[in-house]
Structures are given as structure tokens and as C-alpha cells.
């Protein structure tokens, strides 16, 4: 099982800019060749997709679209999501996943993300 590690997190403003990053315990091969994806949890409601990103796309969940960009160091083999105009909706819990053919999917345990209005 490759192992997650999210971190950047934190309290911000509304209208504030936050980069989060996700650092995977796995081979340059493995990493590489992943789909990783982000997404958040508020309280008292369910884990919803927030972006992924392949070897060579991306996509976003509308909700987001626009003001966040997900990229890829494969030579890091972390994942970061920048998130720009933050709003107080946007307050969550943060989770990156790995997914690769054959294999379960690995989760990070999550950093905090609050947007104060």
C-alpha cells in the first residue's frame, strides 16, 4: 500500500490563496504512472470529488473549476492543489488519492482547510 502524506492546510481568509500538497511513499514508476485525485469533506456531509490528474489531463468538479489547478511533480511524486478565491464553502477536510490498475486505492489522511468569511 503506498502511503499518502497531505499537508498545507490551515485557516484563511474568504478571497485568500491556499497550495496544498500530497507526497507519495512509492517508486518514480508508480507515482508516475497513478491517477491522483483530490477531495474534501465537510462536516455532516458525504467525501465529494474535487480534481484529478492523469499523466497528461486534468479535470475539475465545477464546483471548483476555475479557481483551483492541480498539478504534478513526478519527479517529487507529490501532487498540489492550488486553490485560489477561497470561499467559506470551501471549508473542508482535504484528502489526495492514488489510484493504479490492480490495486486498492490509497488515501492520505487528510489536512483541514477553513475559509473564514
Known amino acids: 500500500q503506498v502511503q499518502l502524506v497531505e499537508s498545507g492546510g490551515g485557516l484563511v481568509q474568504a478571497g485568500g490563496s491556499l497550495r496544498l500538497s500530497c507526497e507519495a511513499s512509492?517508486?518514480?514508476?508508480?507515482?508516475?504512472?497513478?491517477?491522483m485525485g483530490w477531495y474534501r469533506q465537510a462536516p455532516e456531509k458525504q467525501r465529494e470529488w474535487v480534481a484529478t490528474i492523469t499523466r497528461f489531463t486534468t479535470a475539475y468538479a465545477d464546483s471548483v473549476k476555475g479557481r483551483f489547478t492541480i498539478s504534478r511533480d513526478n519527479h517529487k511524486n507529490t501532487v498540489y492543489l492550488q486553490m485560489n478565491s477561497l470561499k467559506p464553502e470551501d471549508t473542508a477536510v482535504y484528502y489526495c488519492?492514488?489510484?493504479?490498475?490492480?490495486?486498492?486505492?490509497?488515501w492520505g489522511k487528510g489536512t483541514l482547510v477553513t475559509v473564514s468569511s
Open positions: 488519492k492514488l489510484s493504479r490498475p490492480y490495486y486498492p486505492d490509497s
Open positions: 512509492a517508486s518514480g514508476s508508480i507515482f508516475s504512472n497513478s491517477v
